[in-house]
């Protein structure tokens, strides 16, 4: 039995990615992916000015508080958070992410928070420790990050990959809702 849910936010609920596009300049649109499928290191892959990759710090340097204050819901973000706030009690999901190196980071995703979901302002978990380390019997990760799912459930958690096209599940990222209810189904709360 489930007792505490622990979801992502990037790439579940916010888009991250077509934020960090914006910030540097370079068109992108969810729907037409222009990487790899199934390849999780996109920020290797999104060229800027004359076809030069960006490098890591400057995607780090677009990070800032504002950056993520004002990111945008996922297409899907909305229907997945009321997925998951249907089939566990508010009280059991916390919304579990990672920051950028960059300081801006954590103040800007508590401000995403407070101002698209405020009833979880006290139930966000900012970390870079390993998103493992909250791993029990009794806990589920919902995230669409491959290794974070994998070394949850290694260390005795479970968990959903979201599927989205940057994930082994791309192939599906048509019907993610489809998919995260059908595996939501297997948990009891």
């Known amino acids: 039995m489930i007792k505490t849910v622990f979801l992502d936010m990037d ?8 934020g960090l596009h914006r910030a540097l300049g370079v068109p ?27 490098t890591f710090e400057q ?16 297409p899907d973000g909305h229907d997945i958070m009321r997925l998951v ?16 190196p960059n300081p801006g980071s954590y103040t800007g995703k508590v401000l995403w928070v ?15 420790a390993p998103k493992n380390l909250f791993a029990r019997p009794d806990t589920l990760l919902v995230d669409d990050k491959d290794e974070n799912v994998e070394e949850f459930v290694k260390a005795g ?3 959903i990959l979201v599927p ?17 209810k059908n595996s939501l189904g297997n948990f009891k709360c």
């Open 11 to 18: 790439g579940v609920m916010v888009d991250f990615l077509g």
């Open 28 to 54: 992108y649109q969810y729907d037409q992916y222009p990487y790899e499928k199934g390849k999780w290191n996109m920020l290797t892959d999104i060229k800027g000015f004359e076809d030069i990759p960006a």
């Open 59 to 74: 995607c780090n340097d677009c990070c800032t508080t504002n950056f993520w204050a004002n990111l945008e819901w996922m």
């Open 85 to 100: 706030t249907s089939t566990f009690k508010p009280e059991q999901i916390y919304l579990l992410t990672t920051p950028m």
């Open 114 to 128: 407070q101002k698209h979901l405020p009833e979880f302002s006290k139930r966000l978990i900012v970390t870079s």
């Open 157 to 159: 958690g479970d968990a």
């Open 164 to 180: 989205r096209l940057w994930n082994e599940l791309h192939g599906w990222a048509d019907e993610t809702y489809q998919v995260v």
